[in-house]
């Protein structure tokens, strides 16, 4: 079926450090790829979306492009603040069924002063 | 900016008891969902309703959960006879019509459940 692996974490870095989070899936279809962020304390919130092969998301200062050839979509940020501390999930959604949500195992981002 | 909302915040119950957790989906959308996150793990997909009838169902959502749409606004997702397993936080969903090629949902706060 289908599934998302992410990176393992928690990730620390350094405030204005560049982040990447790796993430890559496992598709019969063609889904919308998903980066949702938890805040300590909080629901999901979307972060950004790519529907199709070659899309950007973007939002914040985050990035993510949508790359069929490897399966991926990773997040990108080129310079975190303490404020991005939080939990990152990538999700997948297949549109030809109900559009349920898979997703990652969700990496922990922990950015120091 | 229209959200989704859940009741209670927290619920504390007793190993078999029946436990109601409800949702207030946005007002236009159709397509509701319930996911759970059991403490440090994934976010797991639990059931998906439309049309007041059930689209799609995980193992997870055993003959102990059923939904219901009540009247209209409300959501709930009712866990019949609770075990120690079931503490997890519960997450509604819900989204606009499908029409276009994704689906963007919109996650209410959540529900933290803990089952002593």
């Known amino acids: 079926g289908d599934s998302v692996t992410q990176m393992e974490g928690p990730v620390t870095l350094s405030e204005e450090a560049f982040l990447t989070i790796n993430c890559t899936y496992t598709?019969?279809?063609?889904?919308?790829l998903f980066w949702y962020v938890q805040y300590p304390g909080e629901g999901l919130q979307l972060l950004l979306k790519a529907t199709k092969a070659d899309d950007k998301g973007s939002n914040k200062g985050f990035e993510a492009t949508y790359r069929k050839e490897t399966t991926s979509f990773h997040l990108e940020k080129g310079s975190v603040q303490v404020s991005d501390s939080a939990v990152y999930f990538c999700?997948?959604?297949?549109?030809?069924?109900?559009?349920?949500?898979?997703f990652g195992q969700g990496t922990t981002l922990q950015v120091k002063p | 900016e229209p959200e989704v909302t859940q009741t209670p915040s927290h619920q504390v119950t007793q190993m078999g008891q029946e436990v109601i957790l409800r949702c207030v989906p946005i007002?236009?959308?159709?397509?509701f969902y319930w996911y759970r996150q059991i403490l440090g793990q994934k976010v797991e997909f639990l059931v998906s309703f439309y049309n007041n009838e059930i689209s799609e169902k995980s193992e997870i959502f055993d003959d102990q959960f059923s939904v219901e749409r009540p009247d209209g606004s409300n959501f709930t997702l009712k866990i019949r006879s609770t075990k120690l397993e079931d503490s997890a936080m519960y997450f509604c969903a819900s989204s606009v019509p499908f029409g276009d090629s994704y689906n963007e949902q919109f996650f209410g706060p959540g529900t933290r459940l803990t089952v002593l």
């Open positions: 598709a019969t279809g063609y889904p919308s």
């Open positions: 999700a997948l959604s297949d549109p030809s069924n109900t559009g349920k949500l898979i």
């Open positions: 007002s236009n959308h159709l397509y």
